[in-house]
């Protein structure tokens, strides 16, 4: 039996019956907004590549997660711009570090707002990689104390979540039984199980100043190419106590978002990262595409892939978008 007697369209006829079969439903519960500090007071210094994000001191964050919280984005994911770099990323670990500072205050105004820190040394290293570098590579073993330590010292600050991204391996063990071992059992970790050597990193290398004085990552991150990898990846993190696993970038990986999902059942984080954000606020600047939709349609296709939080830029506007009761609706 077919067409006549069956016709798709009729449960597309309105947006009411729309919603009734709709399969995916994108919620505010599901973002998860990244954020930029740096030493200093009053101080918004605006990315140029990424239009609406801007690296902030505390007291200004404190500011602009008076938004957050009231739009309902359950949290944030710190990142750090230190007020100085060194070849072993010092300020990283440092108790008195600027993410140490600003998860120290978030917590104290914003108690319900859960603080996600990223752990890695490439913000914090003069040399901008991700680990310690020796006879001109990184070091994966030497590296690994140095990610645990700074896991250690973001929850002892009170961050409620840490994710290590420098994609060392052994690091998810390592910074386990690091918080285990100092009394933060319960702290969970958010692992960068899969991230790419992408070219969609250049604008937030820009924001977290965190290019790699020479060379590439691509050593330690993974070839574009490789999806059987990154299911090897998700579960040795898995296996050595990650809580969430996380695919980055997004869009180019929703395969991999899907496998993950359907492979290991875990919460899955995909990040749809600064290069995404970036091209959808130039097209629409240009009047090429309409950035509402666009956004929306972006996001509902990643949690359709499989993502159970969804870490974006657009995470302010979305949620805005989502409150004015457009969520997954009139995409296309």
Same mark, same amino acid.
């Given at each position: 039996?077919?067409?006549?007697?069956?016709?798709? +369209?009729? #449960?597309?006829?309105?947006? %009411?019956?729309? +919603?009734?079969? +709709?399969?995916?439903?994108?919620?505010?519960?599901?973002?998860?907004?990244?954020?930029?500090?740096?030493?200093?007071? @009053?101080?918004?210094?605006?990315?140029?590549?990424?239009?609406?994000?801007? =690296?902030?001191?505390?007291?200004? #964050?404190?500011?602009?997660?008076?938004?957050?919280?009231?739009?309902?984005?359950?949290?944030?994911?710190?990142?750090?711009?230190?007020? !100085?770099?060194?070849?072993?990323?010092?300020?990283?670990?440092?108790?008195?570090?600027?993410? $140490? &500072?600003?998860?120290?205050?978030?917590?104290?105004?914003?108690?319900?707002?859960?603080?996600?820190?990223?752990?890695?040394?490439?913000?914090? %290293?003069?040399?901008?990689?991700? @680990?310690?570098?020796? =006879?001109?590579?990184?070091? =994966?073993?030497?590296?690994?104390?140095?990610?645990?330590? %700074?896991?250690?010292?973001?929850?002892?600050?009170?961050?409620?979540?840490?994710?290590?991204?420098?994609?060392?391996?052994?690091?998810?063990?390592?910074?386990?039984?690091?918080?285990?071992?100092?009394?933060?059992?319960?702290?969970?970790?958010?692992?960068? !199980?899969?991230?790419?050597?992408?070219?969609?990193?250049?604008?937030?290398?820009?924001?977290?100043?965190?290019?790699? $004085?020479? @060379?590439? +990552?691509?050593?330690? $991150?993974?070839?574009?190419?490789?999806?059987? *990898?990154?299911?090897?990846?998700?579960?040795?993190?898995?296996? *050595?106590?990650?809580?969430?696993?996380?695919?980055?970038?997004?869009?180019?990986?929703?395969?991999?978002?899907?496998?993950?999902? $359907?492979?290991?059942?875990?919460?899955?984080?995909?990040? =749809?990262?600064?290069? *995404?954000?970036?091209?959808?606020?130039?097209?629409? !600047?240009?009047?090429?595409?309409? *950035?509402?939709?666009?956004?929306?349609?972006?996001?509902?296709?990643?949690?359709?892939?499989?993502?159970?939080?969804?870490?974006?830029?657009?995470?302010?506007?979305?949620?805005?978008?989502?409150?004015?009761? &457009?969520?997954?609706?009139?995409?296309?």
């Amino acid at each position: 039996m077919g067409f006549p007697v069956v016709r798709p +369209r009729r #449960l597309r006829s309105s947006e %009411t019956m729309r +919603r009734l079969v +709709r399969e995916t439903v994108l919620r505010v519960d599901d973002l998860l907004y990244p954020v930029f500090v740096m030493p200093g007071r @009053g101080v918004s210094r605006p990315v140029a590549s990424m239009p609406g994000v801007a =690296n902030v001191s505390v007291d200004v #964050l404190l500011r602009e997660l008076e938004e957050v919280a009231a739009l309902g984005i359950p949290g944030i994911l710190l990142f750090g711009l230190p007020s !100085a770099k060194d070849e072993y990323g010092g300020e990283a670990y440092s108790e008195d570090g600027i993410v $140490q &500072q600003a998860v120290r205050s978030v917590k104290e105004h914003y108690p319900g707002l859960l603080v996600v820190t990223d752990v890695c040394l490439c913000e914090y %290293t003069s040399h901008g990689h991700c @680990g310690v570098v020796r =006879n001109g590579t990184v070091d =994966n073993d030497a590296s690994v104390p140095l990610i645990a330590r %700074t896991a250690v010292s973001h929850a002892a600050a009170g961050a409620d979540m840490v994710a290590p991204s420098d994609m060392m391996d052994g690091r998810v063990g390592a910074v386990r039984a690091a918080l285990d071992g100092a009394g933060f059992a319960q702290v969970p970790v958010m692992a960068y !199980a899969a991230k790419y050597a992408s070219a969609f990193y250049g604008p937030f290398r820009e924001a977290a100043d965190s290019a790699p $004085q020479f @060379g590439d +990552r691509r050593g330690y $991150q993974m070839d574009p190419a490789n999806a059987d *990898e990154a299911l090897r990846e998700v579960w040795q993190d898995l296996e *050595e106590g990650a809580d969430i696993v996380m695919v980055k970038p997004a869009l180019a990986y929703l395969d991999v978002v899907w496998r993950v999902k $359907q492979e290991t059942g875990h919460p899955v984080a995909a990040y =749809n990262v600064s290069g *995404e954000y970036a091209a959808v606020k130039a097209a629409a !600047a240009k009047g090429w595409l309409d *950035e509402r939709r666009t956004v929306m349609e972006i996001l509902t296709g990643i949690k359709r892939a499989g993502a159970d939080i969804i870490i974006t830029y657009h995470a302010r506007e979305a949620a805005r978008w989502l409150r004015e009761g &457009q969520g997954g609706a009139g995409l296309c």
